[in-house]
């Protein structure tokens, strides 16, 4: 029998650890997306980022001031989309996420699309039913251009119907695109009446901070629930509070009326009067 020494022995055992070292694959560290939401005009918006990627692999998140982060997403090229809360979608983007890196990726919403359609006399009445997230402010203005803009950002779906009945899409020549905002009318005036269900549009993002405060109860204790802002007794804007938490931008100024309801029903109203400075209202309900 051999007898080797101790020395011959340690070295072959370095080397198997080596080679076992090499062997062994290094296990890949997940990374993430940052997803950034803007409309056209580049103001933050909110909605859901959804990232698809192969295998089943993803994820999505819900976005706050029009941020968020889709976390623990193995390595590899990802497709990312924009949701918003009116409905509207983004383009995808592709982006590729490697080994702990977190990249970001801006996905604005596109435009509302048009309406138009041919109607050959008479007076014609569009009834629009606007709903989360659109403009509840549309114009009854028959103009003698036939021209009547149903809401900015509505996400409406409209019908049309003539003096003499219900005017239909063969003798109409109806083009109804989704989301549609606005409604073109040639050689006829034109009503526009805002439907039953009509909503305000959400204000929880913007450029100007106009509101802000806490929502409780009366003993203090944080209430979630809806800021619903009103001038000259119409809704013009609704936050969704978040740990008793809201904001408002973008509002006119003059008497405004703000109505938080509760998640439990209980409601409370005060009243303020903006005059372009950000004002701290906060909300108790009794």
Do not use: K
């Not at 918003?84 to 979608?89: A, E, I, M, P, Q």
């Not at 305000?200 to 509101?211: E, F, K, M, N, V």
């Not at 008793?244 to 409370?268: E, K, V």
């Amino acid at each position: 029998m051999t007898i080797r020494p101790v020395s011959f022995l340690r070295s072959r055992l370095a080397a198997l650890a080596l080679v076992l070292l090499v062997a062994s694959p290094v296990a890949a560290t997940n990374g993430s997306i940052r997803c950034r939401a803007t409309d056209p005009a580049g103001r933050r918006i909110d909605g859901t980022c959804r990232a698809a990627g192969a295998g089943g692999a993803g994820g999505s998140c819900v976005t706050s001031g029009g941020a968020c982060t889709i976390s623990d997403l193995p390595p590899g090229t990802y497709t990312v989309t924009l949701r918003t809360l009116s409905g509207r979608t983004s383009a995808p983007r592709t982006v590729r996420v490697d080994d702990g890196v977190s990249p970001t990726v801006v996905l604005t919403a596109e435009e509302t699309a048009a309406v138009s359609f041919e109607h050959e006399g008479g007076a014609v009445a569009v009834p629009v039913t606007l709903p989360s997230g659109s403009d509840a402010g549309a114009d009854a203005a028959g103009s003698g251009d036939g021209r009547a803009d149903a809401g900015s950002s509505a996400d409406a779906g409209v019908s049309t119907s003539g003096t003499g009945g219900t005017t239909s899409s063969s003798d109409a020549a109806v083009v109804v695109a989704a989301d549609a905002g606005r409604v073109e009318v040639q050689a006829a005036p034109i009503v526009v009446v805002a439907g039953t269900g009509a909503v305000p549009p959400d204000r929880s993002t913007g450029t100007t901070l106009a509101l802000q405060g806490r929502t409780t109860d009366s003993r203090g204790r944080i209430l979630d629930g809806t800021v619903t802002v009103s001038q000259g007794g119409r809704a013009i804007a609704r936050a969704t509070t978040s740990g008793g938490q809201y904001t408002l931008y973008d509002l006119p100024s003059g008497a405004l009326t703000l109505t938080f309801r509760a998640l439990s029903g209980a409601s409370t109203t005060s009243s303020v009067n903006y005059a372009g400075a950000a004002l701290t209202v906060n909300l108790s309900v009794p």
